[in-house]
């Protein structure tokens, strides 16, 4: 057909053009795109890290017990960016006493908490009630586990199962009171475990992380857990009821932590090809239920 | 001129799909992570509420804390009824009550957040350890105490030999410790022989310990937490009534049910009121009960009134006719001016077991001084 014709170099060359410009924008959108996309995905990490942090730190310390008023306190050492504690680890009751061998018997069924550890990483707490009808001479007995017969069967109330503790210091004197005859122990009464635990940072490959280790466990350095965190990402701040900081144990009522989070990975932050690691933080303030 | 052809192919519509697609794409992306991020939040504010529920679960377990719950059997759980917190966030706690030796309890409460079809869209348990602590505090030395002087005549019995009330279980019962017959501040005067005054001893008389305080602290100090209010002075025998199979609290002439076996009231054989009467002159001539009774003017007993527990009285405290028994202690002030007249064939018999009874019978639990809160995990 002579009446055909193609197209001219000009309209080749000006839809060639028009065809680059099209595909370096959508390269450069979809670029953008990856990027964004990206640091999003750092980002969300981040603060994925960061909110298990803080549920982590609020868990373990939300339990602490202090008492200005007598000097007592499960906090061991504090420090700005180290924490030394016993943290609770289940909640439970008697089923028996025994002073053959220092057995205590736990209730399996309506226990809280993880099964107690017979290898040291545990102690027992045992609710002393000198007098039913007084609060004010009530104790936690503090007594370590050596074994835990994970078999056994509760021999006070309804039978079950149970976990039998040897406790070798319980001692005849914390059952009875040698003067008036009167129990002092009861089962079932109220038991507790706890475990001896730090929270601080520590450095894996290069970066620094939330560490936490089980001291009572024999864990001789802390295990990284949450991170990274940026250098100093880690600090603890202690009040006391008024809410002033304080430097004594038994008189802390509220510690504020604070987490600032890094991202893992290098991402674009800015225009063109400036890379750096977002951060990010959050700071809880844990409020301890269990001081006085 | 030219012609158009029809058949010509352009890439319109490919760029365009293209960049649909490419947009459609950064959309979702967009959209998708919004809505990962609301749904972690809502989830967070799920937690929270549900979290509070179980505080408020904790919270009203405590206070005020029921009564009734003192006489749980120990070492069983009772599940109460789920409790919808009011207002249009849908929440819910449950509480479970498990009593122990001792009178410790361990409280736990399951908060619930409900989506509108009632499924739970979050959960949080947690749970206090309390411990009954009495309304009043009250040491009781003898059968009787007076502070000023006592007349016994008659065939009176009061007896300091600590005694279990009669059918009770004396296992139930702590360590039996016998103490003083009458314990006064003043001096015991006797007439007649067919009397029995008997204890270790049998009399403490003109006792300097014994003061206005012996009588007016523990009076006060349960007056706060009194169960009934009497203000007939002649009021009718009492009887532990029911309300179907529950022991009917709300009726003031029910004073508990100290009896055992044949035909006692069971439902009420754990409730002990603290009962009050103001001023003037309180006649009991018939009927019986348990717990604590405050009398701030005088206490006249006859016509065979029984009482098993502790009965603080500010004036005088007069017996006459038959059979009026009282298994605990009495306490009287004669703050007045009167003397203790114990006249008739009244019984007064002490009994720490009774006593003791009546004061964890009249405690509320409130969470034990040391790690009483935990945040518990279901294994």
């Known amino acids: ?292 | 001129m030219r012609t158009l052809r029809t058949d010509e192919r352009g890439m319109a519509l490919l760029l365009a799909m293209l960049g649909i697609v490419v947009i459609g794409a950064l959309v979702s992306g967009t959209f998708f992570a919004g809505r990962m991020e609301m749904v972690s939040g809502r989830n967070s504010v799920y937690a929270a509420q549900a979290a509070e529920a179980a505080e408020a679960g904790l919270a009203a377990a405590f206070s005020p804390w029921d009564r009734t719950w003192n006489s749980f059997p120990v070492g069983v759980d009772q599940n109460l009824p789920p409790v919808a917190i009011p207002g249009p966030t849908r929440v819910q706690y449950t509480t479970t009550v498990r009593r122990m030796q001792g009178g410790a309890y361990l409280i736990r409460s399951v908060g619930q957040k409900l989506d509108r079809s009632g499924n739970v869209m979050a959960t949080r348990m947690l749970a206090k350890l309390g411990k009954l602590v009495p309304a009043g505090t009250a040491t009781m030395d003898a059968a009787v105490t007076t502070r000023d002087a006592v007349t016994v005549s008659g065939n009176t019995v009061v007896d300091g030999h600590d005694t279990v009330p009669s059918g009770w279980d004396p296992n139930a019962c702590g360590p039996l410790n016998d103490a003083a017959g009458i314990q006064t501040g003043a001096t015991v005067t006797t007439n007649g022989t067919s009397h029995v005054i008997d204890g270790a001893p049998p009399t403490v008389q003109n006792d300097t310990t014994v003061t206005d305080a012996t009588f007016q602290g523990p009076f006060y100090s349960f007056l706060g937490s009194r169960t009934h209010t009497i203000t007939n002075s002649n009021p009718p025998a009492t009887v532990p009534t029911t309300s179907g199979a529950v022991c009917n609290q709300s009726d003031i002439y029910n004073w508990g049910e100290p009896r055992r076996g044949g035909a006692a009231v069971v439902a009420c054989q754990d409730y002990f009121p603290i009962v009050y009467f103001g001023a003037g002159t309180l006649k009991l001539q018939g009927g019986y009960g348990q717990g604590i009774l405050l009398v701030a003017g005088d206490l006249w007993m006859s016509g065979g009134f029984e009482f098993v527990g502790l009965i603080i009285v500010l004036g005088e405290v007069k017996t006459s006719g038959t059979g009026a028994k009282v298994t605990g202690a009495v306490l009287s002030n004669n703050f007045y001016g009167e003397q203790t007249t114990l006249g008739g064939d009244p019984a007064l018999r002490y009994s720490s077991c009774a006593i003791g009874a009546a004061l964890e019978g009249t405690a509320a639990a409130f969470p034990i001084a040391q790690r009483p809160w935990a945040q518990v995990n279901l294994r």
């Open chain 1, 1 to 292: 057909m002579t009446g055909r014709r193609g197209f001219t170099l000009v309209e080749l060359l000006i839809a060639l053009v028009m065809m680059v410009l099209v595909a370096g924008g959508i390269y450069n959108l979809m670029v953008t795109t990856h990027r964004v996309s990206r640091k999003q995905t750092e980002i969300s990490n981040l603060q994925g890290n960061l909110r298990g942090g803080l549920n982590l730190v609020q868990s373990e310390l939300q339990e602490i017990y202090t008492d200005a008023a007598v000097g007592v306190s499960d906090i061991y050492n504090m420090t700005a960016a180290s924490l030394d504690y016993d943290a609770m680890r289940g909640i439970g009751e008697s089923c028996g006493l025994t002073l053959g061998g220092g057995a205590v018997q736990i209730r399996q069924d309506g226990y809280s908490g993880r099964p107690p550890d017979g290898a040291g990483r545990d102690r027992l707490k045992l609710f002393q009630d000198r007098d039913t009808l007084t609060s004010s001479d009530d104790v936690w007995l503090d007594l370590p586990i050596t074994g835990v017969n994970p078999n056994g069967v509760c021999t006070v109330g309804t039978p079950g199962p149970s976990w039998d503790l040897v406790v070798p210091t319980l001692l005849a004197d914390h059952l009875i009171d040698a003067v008036s005859g009167n129990p002092l122990l009861f089962a079932p009464g109220p038991v507790r475990t706890v475990e001896r635990m730090e929270l601080g940072l520590v450095n894996d490959a290069g970066k620094d992380w939330l560490g936490i280790r089980s001291s009572s466990g024999g864990e001789a350095t802390l295990i990284p857990v949450i991170g990274p965190l940026t250098a100093s990402g880690l600090e603890f701040l202690y009040f006391d009821g008024s809410d002033a900081p304080t430097l004594a144990p038994s008189a802390v009522k509220t510690i504020v932590v604070t987490l600032r989070g890094v991202s893992a990975e290098q991402v674009t932050t800015g225009l063109g090809s400036i890379v750096g690691t977002p951060e990010d933080s959050v700071v809880v303030r844990v409020q301890l239920r269990n001081s006085r």
